[in-house]
């Protein structure tokens, strides 16, 4: 890869994790000269990079063409992703219990066991990076590099959403809540690996985009309480 490739995708990774770091409120604008100044590079490359954001759905743009915006989420907008996640992530797993071999999908059983061993930890960042890398290795055993390069983004957008309406509101779930769903989480992470040790694509498909639809949910429901808690303020 090219330098200019290198460093442009290095501004690139620098500023998606800005955006969904959770620390940003929605709405808010992106200034692109702050932005180089703050990673110490020209504004030309922090242009095309925002431009490039606003054209994978991350960013909101300016009517005129110009400026970038932190993204408010609607429900809609909400589901439609888990939608196109279910998508993905289907075709995925059909591919991963056509094509990939037992030894493929060790590594996201490992991933498995050390969620596993920090399940009744406090330790959000850890958990959704595991759970981060768990998906991404589903993608990785299938071998398709169009599919893993999209599931990226996807799962990056979606942690985003958890942090924003679930993580960061522990006023509006219990521990014993949070860790049942993690259990929850974990037990459907296992038995999608069986699914597709068995290559059974139809069922893995289909639980997949089930466990979307249910993940759509959660967080359409966590947003409107969300908006409701702070209304109340």
């Known amino acids: 890869m090219a330098r200019s490739s290198i460093i442009h995708e290095n501004i690139y990774e620098s500023v998606v994790k800005k955006v969904l770091s959770g620390n940003i409120a929605s709405g808010t604008r992106l200034v692109e000269r702050d932005l180089a100044q703050e990673l110490g590079v020209s504004r030309i490359p922090v242009r095309e990079v925002l431009t490039r954001l606003i054209g994978q759905g991350l960013l909101t743009g300016g009517k005129d063409g110009r400026g970038a915006w932190i993204r408010k989420y609607s429900s809609a907008e909400i589901r439609e992703l888990y939608f196109f996640r279910g998508v993905i992530e289907g075709g995925i797993v059909r591919l991963a219990a056509q094509t990939a071999r037992s030894d493929n999908l060790e590594t996201a059983s490992i991933y498995c066991d050390q969620m596993e061993e920090i399940i009744d930890q ?76 068995q290559g059974d694509g139809d069922g893995a498909e289909a639980m997949v985009r089930n466990v979307m639809i249910e993940s759509a949910d959660r967080i359409c429901r966590a947003m409107i309480a969300n908006e409701m808690n702070e209304a109340a303020e």
């Open 122 to 197: 406090a330790d959000f960042n850890r958990w959704t990076d595991l759970d981060y890398k768990f998906h991404l290795c589903l993608a990785q055993a299938g071998g398709n590099q169009r599919l893993i390069n999209a599931v990226q983004m996807l799962l990056s957008e979606s942690h985003y959403l958890f942090y924003r309406h679930s993580a960061h509101k522990p006023a509006l779930k219990t521990s014993e809540d949070m860790l049942a769903r993690k259990k929850k989480v974990l037990c459907e992470h296992r038995k999608l690996v069986n699914l597709i040790l």
